[in-house]
């Protein structure tokens, strides 16, 4: 693809103003200016009126003054005592640094830099005078062009463009997090005492009703809870009988008062006995109606079974869980959030889950933790989902975008598109002539997933590159090897 890629450099429409016959200088009636000055008294290398293009430089350095249109630095109607006296001689327009120091436009000045100290390799300027690292960088500059050899050219080398859309959009935060089952909807059955397990009901995977037989075991320590129940039922009736002979006996005149009333705290006393054995048993899964040491371990709700270490023959200890039951329409997320950005979250903002598989889901922020977590540094937060159906899976890996900034129109591009060149972000618009492309200097905003904002560059309904766009961009860097098919001018 020899001659596939032309970057043409249109001559900047300018000279510097310090002298020649060019020079607005020459054509003023006036006291001439110190050497290096120009008609409006400052440097002429750098003067925003001579050189309208340097302008933004000093904009973006907060060097601006607003009501008289120049910098502040050069303004004298706000610094009565400001004087320049000296100036560049020379100045590279394209790279923004003296021409004598220029190492792109001189790259025979790079050895003498780096032997005496003074290089940013970074940037490969003198660090004296580094475009990038002091921001006087002007790249691109005015008229830079990017043109493929023909139309057919930009589907050769795949490039492709999107248009650049205003419309709302807002700050984001990335974080990352786990789909987990609701602790109100969620169980851990275990054994009552030590006890061996008799049979298991259900398996992994298997959807039970509220109620159903899950794990059957046998236990002496319920066979002792069902025995004190039997036990307590004989004195709670033997309780009974006892106070309804008494009451009969002092209707009659045959017993005192006081022998009805130690009857009815006996009955009291049986009664409260009885209630607690029955309720120990109700609690093993334990039926009253049985006998024996054997008990049943039953589904609290209808769920599904997430998890069994129950297997027939095994004995199991007091506490120890044989089975976890879930339902799985009741699941929500549970997000971590970094300490340093967790006072930004707040209940009800829009979050954006990115399951694996590429599948997500749109929800908003139920709760956000008090509590910083000191092993993760990390806030849970936490995000309710419509389960229906069980395809979301408790466990699984998670990232969310959440909209933390209001959302505002602006112009919103892939993030793909905008690339890094000469320490400024650029993006390259396509222009009406095909095959021919323009980079653009651009002020990036917030991000969200594979999208950022622009701030400034672009007014939006602009075509601009997305694939493609670093082979581009490689083609106007004068000491990048590019496509190795194109041509400088």
């Not at 910098?71 to 640094?97: I, M, Q, V, Y």
């Not at 930009?154 to 999107?162: D, L, M």
């Not at 009974?240 to 002092?250: G, I, Q, T």
């Amino acid at each position: 693809m020899r001659s596939a890629l032309l970057v043409a450099l249109a001559p900047l429409l300018f000279s510097a103003c310090s002298g020649g016959p060019d020079s607005p200088a020459s054509n003023v009636a006036s006291a001439p200016a110190p050497a290096g000055l120009c008609e409006h008294e400052v440097p002429a290398a750098i003067c925003t009126q001579c050189n309208p293009e340097m302008a933004p430089v000093f904009k973006a350095k907060g060097d601006w003054c607003d009501e008289h249109g120049v910098p502040e630095s050069h303004c004298f109607r706000c610094n009565p005592a400001l004087t320049f006296s000296e100036a560049p001689k020379d100045w590279c327009k394209e790279h923004g640094l003296p021409e004598s120091k220029c190492t792109k436009c001189n790259p025979s000045l790079v050895a003498g830099y780096i032997e005496a100290g003074d290089y940013c390799r970074e940037h490969g300027y003198p660090e004296s005078a580094c475009p990038i690292c002091k921001g006087t960088s002007i790249f691109p500059p005015d008229g830079m062009r990017v043109r493929l050899a023909s139309a057919d050219t930009a589907g050769e080398v795949g490039i492709e463009t999107v248009v650049a859309a205003r419309r709302a959009f807002g700050r984001s935060l990335e974080v990352v997090g786990s789909l987990e089952f609701d602790p109100n909807r969620s169980a851990d059955l275990a054994a009552l005492d030590t006890s061996v397990v008799r049979s298991v009901h259900a398996d992994v995977g298997d959807r039970v009703e509220a109620n159903a037989p899950l794990v059957t075991l046998a236990s002496a320590g319920v066979g002792a809870r069902r025995a004190e129940l039997r036990a307590a039922e004989v004195a709670a009736s033997t309780a009974e009988s006892r106070l309804a002979r008494e009451r009969r006996l002092f209707e009659n005149g045959l017993a005192a008062r006081a022998e009805v009333e130690v009857a009815e705290r006996e009955a009291a006393a049986a009664r409260a006995n009885l209630r607690t054995a029955r309720a120990g048993l109700d609690a093993a899964g334990a039926s009253a109606g049985s006998s024996g040491g054997t008990y049943v371990l039953r589904a609290p709700f209808a769920g599904t079974l997430i998890e069994r270490n129950a297997t027939v023959g095994r004995s199991a200890e007091a506490g120890e869980v044989l089975v976890r039951l879930a339902d799985p329409k009741a699941i929500r997320a549970r997000l971590d959030l970094p300490e340093a950005h967790a006072a930004s979250v707040r209940v009800g903002q829009p979050v954006t889950l990115e399951l694996p598989g590429g599948a997500t889901r749109s929800a908003q922020i139920d709760a956000v933790g008090a509590a910083v977590d000191p092993r993760t540094r990390t806030v849970p937060a936490r995000v309710h989902l419509d389960a229906a159906g069980g395809a979301l899976k408790g466990g699984t890996f998670l990232r969310a975008r959440i909209a933390v900034g209001e959302a505002a129109p602006t112009v919103v591009i892939p993030q793909r598109a905008v690339q890094q060149v000469e320490g400024k972000a650029i993006v390259f618009v396509a222009e009406g002539q095909e095959g021919s492309y323009r980079p653009v200097a651009v002020e990036l905003g917030a991000a969200l997933g594979d999208e950022v904002a622009v701030r400034a560059g672009l007014q939006g309904g602009e075509r601009v590159v997305t694939t493609g766009a670093f082979l581009l961009s490689t083609e106007t860097r004068k000491d990048a090897i590019g496509a190795g098919c194109c041509e400088v001018e």
